[in-house]
C-alpha cells in the first residue's frame, strides 16, 4: 500500500467499525480486504456491473449498503465510473449525501 492508501485506512477504519458491509464504488475491491468488512451487493468489483441490467441488479442491492466509498485514482484506469456505471452513479448521487473526502476517495452515507 502507498501512504495515501494508509492513511486513508486509518481515517475510514473509526467511520466504518460499526457497519456490518460497505459498498465500494471504486475499482479499490481490496479495501474489502484491507479494511476487513464484506461487500454489501454481489458487486464487489464494480467495474463488472456495466450493462444496463447489471446496473439495474446492482441498484436493487445497494438498499442494503448505509455506506459506500466512491471514487479514488483506479477509477481512471478506463473510462471513469461516474460515466461507465453511470445509473448506479446518479442513483448514489440521490439517495447518498457525500460526508467526507480522504485523500481520493469520496464518504457516502445513506440519506
Same mark, same amino acid.
Given at each position: 500500500?502507498?501512504?495515501?492508501?494508509?492513511? /486513508?485506512?486509518?481515517?475510514?477504519?473509526?467511520?466504518?467499525?460499526?457497519?456490518?458491509?460497505?459498498?465500494? /464504488?471504486?475499482?479499490?475491491?481490496?479495501?474489502?480486504?484491507?479494511?476487513?468488512?464484506?461487500?454489501?451487493?454481489?458487486?464487489?468489483?464494480?467495474?463488472?456491473?456495466?450493462?444496463?441490467?447489471?446496473?439495474?441488479?446492482?441498484?436493487?442491492?445497494?438498499?442494503?449498503?448505509?455506506?459506500?466509498?466512491?471514487?479514488?485514482?483506479k477509477?481512471y484506469w478506463?473510462?471513469?465510473?461516474?460515466?461507465?456505471?453511470?445509473?448506479?452513479?446518479?442513483?448514489?448521487?440521490?439517495?447518498?449525501?457525500?460526508?467526507?473526502?480522504?485523500?481520493?476517495w469520496?464518504?457516502?452515507?445513506?440519506d
Amino acid at each position: 500500500m502507498n501512504k495515501k492508501e494508509i492513511n /486513508f485506512k486509518q481515517k475510514i477504519e473509526p467511520l466504518i467499525e460499526n457497519y456490518s458491509c460497505i459498498q465500494l /464504488f471504486s475499482n479499490d475491491a481490496a479495501f474489502y480486504y484491507i479494511l476487513r468488512k464484506k461487500s454489501c451487493t454481489k458487486f464487489y468489483f464494480v467495474w463488472s456491473a456495466s450493462s444496463l441490467k447489471k446496473q439495474k441488479e446492482f441498484i436493487s442491492e445497494l438498499t442494503s449498503a448505509q455506506i459506500i466509498i466512491a471514487n479514488g485514482p483506479k477509477d481512471y484506469w478506463d473510462i471513469p465510473l461516474s460515466e461507465k456505471i453511470y445509473l448506479v452513479n446518479d442513483f448514489i448521487k440521490k439517495r447518498y449525501s457525500k460526508i467526507d473526502t480522504i485523500n481520493f476517495w469520496d464518504i457516502y452515507i445513506k440519506d
